[in-house]
Antibody
Framework: EVQLVESGGGLVQPGGSLSLSCAAS????????MYWVRQAPETGLVWVSR????????NYADSVKGRFTISRDNAKNTLYLQMNSLRAEDTAVYYC???????????WGQGTLVTVSS | DIVMTQTPLSLSVTPGQPASISCKSS???????????LFWYLQKPGQPPQLLIY???NRFSGVPERFSGSGSGTDFTLKISRVEAEDVGVYYC?????????FGQGTRLEIE
């Protein structure tokens, strides 16, 4: 079964850091681009970042550029999101997703909640 | 950034009746390869989003035939021919041509 499982969410103070992980199973992880998408409470979906198969191409939304770092370890079948200088507006459920083909995001993980609050 | 505007933001439909959601992009999402990178996702209550329609009008694996997508250029539509109870949730359009990748605001479908 193809599966993505996020972990690492939690409560952090403004200005703090958090590292998210997304463990992949059931498919050849190294063959796919991977994405992070977030959803603030009761709001819509916002793309955060993406990384190419070998990690050589990385893109970020402007709102997280310079603060968040996406990476992957293909040997461990794991995607990461290092989040620094966190702000209240970063509070959201963070989903990882596999890109099957250009724009085909499937599947998505169940998400991990990040709460930035003092 | 390409702005994706969905209408309506919510709709309530009687089971068996049709439903239609519009999505307009602020710029064309037609690529030089001839494909239009417009997608529809559904987020059911308590679940992550799931892919429904890719490249405007193609149903993803396992998506029922009652779902259809149409449109071109900057105007797109998702239609459900006969709404069922399991179709409740929030529908999002997504453009995947230009960075940043952008979603519509979402349209919440409820059953009357």
């Amino acid at each position: 079964e193809v599966q993505l499982v996020e972990s690492g969410g939690g409560l952090v103070q403004p200005g703090g850091s958090l590292s998210l992980s997304c463990a992949a199973s059931g498919f050849a992880f190294s063959n796919y681009w991977m994405y992070w998408v977030r959803q603030a409470p009761e709001t819509g979906l916002v793309w955060v970042s993406r990384i190419s198969r070998d990690g050589s191409t990385i893109n970020y939304a402007d709102s997280v550029k310079g603060r968040f770092t996406i990476s992957r370890d293909n040997a461990k079948n794991t995607l990461y999101l290092q989040m620094n200088s966190l702000r209240a507006e970063d509070t959201a459920v963070y989903y990882c997703a596999r890109e099957l083909q250009w724009g085909w995001l499937d599947p998505w993980g169940q998400g991990t909640l990040v709460t930035v609050s003092s | 950034d390409i702005v994706m505007t969905q209408t309506p933001l919510s709709l309530s439909v009687t089971p068996g009746q049709p439903a239609s959601i519009s999505c307009k992009s602020s710029q064309s999402v037609l690529h030089s390869d001839g494909k239009t990178y417009l997608f529809w996702y559904l987020q059911k209550p308590g679940q992550p989003p799931q892919l429904l329609i890719y490249e405007v009008s193609n149903r993803f694996s396992g998506v029922p035939e009652r779902f259809s997508g149409s449109g071109s250029g900057t105007d797109f539509t998702l239609k459900i021919s006969r709404v069922e109870a399991e179709d409740v949730g929030v529908y999002y359009c997504l453009q995947h041509l230009h960075l940043p990748i952008t979603f519509g605001q979402g349209t919440r479908l409820e059953i009357e």
